[in-house]
């Protein structure tokens, strides 16, 4: 922590050029920033692919295998080193989350995702050359690291630079960043697939992985920090210019940019004034929202979706595909899961969480239904070409569960962690959620094959009493929190702290109208006449010159040193 403290920056530069200012640096710096997340799904889809490769196997598992073998599951590769194989870059991912909780309150939001984006380049450099099972899982590991912070960071950033009324969207964008990225694995490792029997067949995915985690690292030395950080860390000034250039298209004294960074300004008062919430404050003060956080990414895990994707390759092979038709097929998956989150980015807002994750819930359970029992009748069936009418009625049933998911349980969680928590307690609060996806994350990818190997088809309806159970969690303890405020949210989950933080509210609400009223030349109000909403006319002679002034050191504040 020390350690992190003295390397706080003492100076920032904005280097993003001024043609994208306004919406273009906006919806950039969320695509973008949201490229870790694409690395990660991106990942998800490179090991499934790997895991039905002959070479793969012989050069990670030493045994020598045939397609034949592969695509009746007679690998003799045993199921718990598979699953140590596939689940270890998720305890790494879990240790990680936590430790960004401090590197992105103190190292600021975009320089958790430079460190993110460098981890996975190490990690990938690392996986592309792996002459053994050791390296491998050593790669996979500091992959962990490098997606646990950007899981953890990504979505506080998205939220802090997104317009109120727009938090869904954002979000979602997030997450379809995701899916493409393992759409755009599958493809790639059905592409390599025809190299074999040459290694480049399952290297080189981890080649397009390094680069795609190159561009993000680049991108950050672009990427704006977001306002509340700037504000909340002493760069005042560099706020309002950063808030200016993503909402207003640079325009500082634009009434409504005025009005926003004088909130943010209150808040960081208001903050200062209550202190960071701790550890303990977090379960005890914000109970419910910590039940929440938890538990929607617990269900995210448990309704089966790494159950489904890591080995996805393996669950169609099994099902009675070939292996290329079971990579062609794989690809076809992952667009329909990337086409899922179309409704979710521009209806959730308008719908509610509540009403996406209750219909996700059954239809999770009907599709994983419908799958579990079309492989109940595709495992009597013998190896072959019988097979195959199953198998297609499989491949339409995963298709639909892709879909609800994506659409559902896919985005919802990320963006309840990120939305639930107050200012005070909003870094610790999301490192929670995200540790609990990691530690599902892990449990689902570690039981998955030995379970499928037990149980077989029966599997899936172990999953299908989850998502019934996560229906009943969502209908009797989740708040509706689209349509509010953040800072609305406290009466919402029904907690005390809004009665204890009222006083405190009321003076971070004063000081931010007095710097809204010293920006507009206007003398100090009385505690009666306080509003936080200026007008055309409050936006006087003072304001104007100031904004004036800062349009004119923007040069100066862009060639400032920065913490890299």
């Given amino acids: 922590m020390a350690l992190f403290i003295s390397l706080r920056p003492k100076t920032y530069t904005a280097r993003y050029p001024q043609w994208m200012v306004g919406r273009p640096l906006l919806y950039m710096s969320s695509a973008l920033a949201s490229l870790g997340d694409a690395m990660f799904g991106y990942g998800q889809g490179s090991i499934a692919a790997a895991q039905v490769q002959p070479s793969f196997i012989h050069r990670m598992f030493g045994k020598e295998v045939t397609m034949a073998q592969i695509q009746a599951g007679q690998t003799g590769v045993d199921p718990f080193l598979q699953a140590i194989t596939v689940s270890c870059l998720n305890l790494t991912a879990l240790l990680a989350s936590f430790i960004a909780a401090y590197l992105c309150d103190i190292?600021?939001?975009?320089?958790?995702?430079?460190i993110g984006g460098i981890m996975y380049f190490i990690a990938a450099l690392i996986q592309v050359f792996a002459?053994?099972?050791?390296?491998?899982?050593?790669?996979?590991?500091?992959?962990?690291?490098?997606?646990?912070?950007?899981?953890?960071?990504?979505?506080?950033?998205?939220?802090?630079i997104a317009p109120d009324h727009a938090r869904g969207l954002f979000v979602g964008i997030e997450y379809i960043c995701l899916n493409i990225g393992y759409a755009v694995s599958a493809w790639v490792g059905y592409g390599f697939y025809f190299a074999m029997p040459s290694e480049i067949s399952w290297r080189g995915p981890y080649i397009v992985q390094a680069a795609v985690a190159a561009v993000l690292i680049v991108w950050t030395f672009f990427l704006p920090e977001t306002p509340r950080w700037l504000a909340q860390n002493g760069f005042q000034k560099e706020a309002l210019v950063t808030l200016a250039d993503l909402h207003g298209a640079g325009n500082v004294s634009?009434?409504?940019?005025?009005?926003?960074?004088?909130?943010?300004?209150?808040?960081?008062?208001?903050?200062?004034?209550?202190?960071?919430?701790?550890?303990?404050?977090?379960?005890?003060?914000?109970?419910r929202r910590c039940v929440v956080g938890i538990t929607c990414q617990m269900f995210a895990q448990l309704n089966g979706i790494n159950a489904i994707l890591y080995f996805l390759p393996s669950n169609l092979t099994r099902a009675g595909f070939t292996i290329s038709r079971a990579l062609l097929?794989?690809?076809?998956?992952?667009?329909?899961?990337?086409?899922?989150?179309?409704?979710?980015?521009?209806?959730?807002?308008?719908?509610?969480?509540?009403?996406f994750l209750l219909l996700g819930s059954c239809a999770l359970a009907a599709s994983l239904s419908i799958v579990g029992g079309l492989q109940y009748y595709a495992d009597s069936l013998p190896v072959g070409a019988g097979r195959l009418p199953a198998a297609d009625a499989i491949f339409f049933g995963v298709c639909l569960y892709l879909f609800f998911f994506g659409a559902t349980w896919g985005p919802g969680p990320w963006l309840l962690g990120a939305e639930i928590f107050p200012l005070r307690a909003r870094a610790k609060g999301m490192s929670l959620s995200t540790g609990t996806n990691w530690l599902f994350n892990f449990i689902v990818a570690f039981i998955t094959p030995p379970l499928f190997d037990a149980i077989k088809a029966g599997y899936y309806f172990v999953l299908v009493g989850f998502c019934i159970i996560s229906l009943a969690v969502v209908w009797f303890i989740y708040p509706e929190t689209a349509h509010h405020t953040l800072e609305e949210l406290g009466e919402v989950f029904g907690d005390k702290v809004m009665?204890?933080?009222?006083?405190?509210?009321?003076?971070?609400?004063?000081?931010?109208?007095?710097?809204?009223?010293?920006?507009?030349?206007?003398?100090?109000?009385?505690d009666s006449e306080v509003t936080l909403q200026p007008t055309m006319s409050s936006i006087t002679p003072k304001a104007k010159d100031e904004a004036s002034i800062v349009m004119k050191e923007r040069s100066s504040i862009v060639t400032l040193d920065s913490h890299v």
């Fill in 107 to 114: 190292l600021g939001r975009r320089m958790s995702v430079r």
């Fill in 131 to 160: 002459p053994n099972l050791g390296a491998l899982i050593a790669g996979r590991c500091i992959q962990g690291l490098g997606v646990g912070i950007l899981s953890m960071t990504v979505p506080i950033l998205q939220c802090e």
């Fill in 254 to 287: 634009d009434p409504k940019i005025l009005a926003t960074y004088a909130e943010i300004v209150g808040a960081v008062e208001f903050e200062e004034r209550m202190g960071q919430a701790s550890w303990r404050q977090l379960f005890t003060q914000y109970t």
């Fill in 329 to 355: 097929y794989s690809g076809a998956c992952a667009l329909i899961y990337c086409s899922g989150t179309i409704p979710a980015m521009f209806l959730i807002d308008k719908f509610g969480r509540r009403v």
């Fill in 499 to 526: 009665d204890d933080e009222g006083p405190a509210r009321e003076k971070a609400q004063r000081s931010a109208n007095e710097i809204q009223r010293e920006r507009s030349g206007l003398p100090a109000t009385t």
